[in-house]
């Protein structure tokens, strides 16, 4: 569908550096075919196969589902305090102490008003009591040990590129 020199559309090159291939394609049904806007590989692209990388870029509409549309406050509380015993009966006696205040508000008062204080209260107590969970940071995974090893492998590569003999191989493999 897309035109390009044949140096881009080979997939597989055979391991005497004199066959090309185009064997690895990329399959969509015809009613989207329309959202693919290119297609092309990769042969710089180091994945340790004698296979080059082919990418697609796609034309994409996200739809937004109901609960990312709601609106979200940001806190969240630790509830797993719930299950020790000590944390637990503080926020019974928070919640206890918050809802006899509540008693006082007068069945005149707009029931929209009595909602947001109960559930004010409710908040309140539990940032009291429970605390606020606090999310997980995560370590890069990709450090510099990593990238060390990168360097290498892709200076072995060239060094097998410029010439194949059988030690170039071995470094190239280990």
Known sequence: MFLHQNIHKYNWTSPDGKNHNQIDHILIEKR????ILHVR????????TDHYLKAAEVRERLAISKQAAQKFDGERFNLRKLNE???RTQY???ITNRGAALENLS????INKAWVNIKENIKTSAKVSLGLHELK?????F???CLGFLDQKKQAKMQW??????NNVDKLKN
């Open 32 to 35: 989207w075919q329309w959202i």
């Open 41 to 48: 590989s990769f042969r710089e692209a180091h994945c340790d």
């Open 85 to 87: 015993l000590e944390f």
């Open 92 to 94: 019974q006696i928070e």
């Open 107 to 110: 069945d005149g008062d707009e």
């Open 137 to 141: 940071q995560h370590k890069p995974w």
């Open 143 to 145: 450090d510099e040990e």
């Open 161 to 166: 590129v410029q010439d194949r003999s059988q």
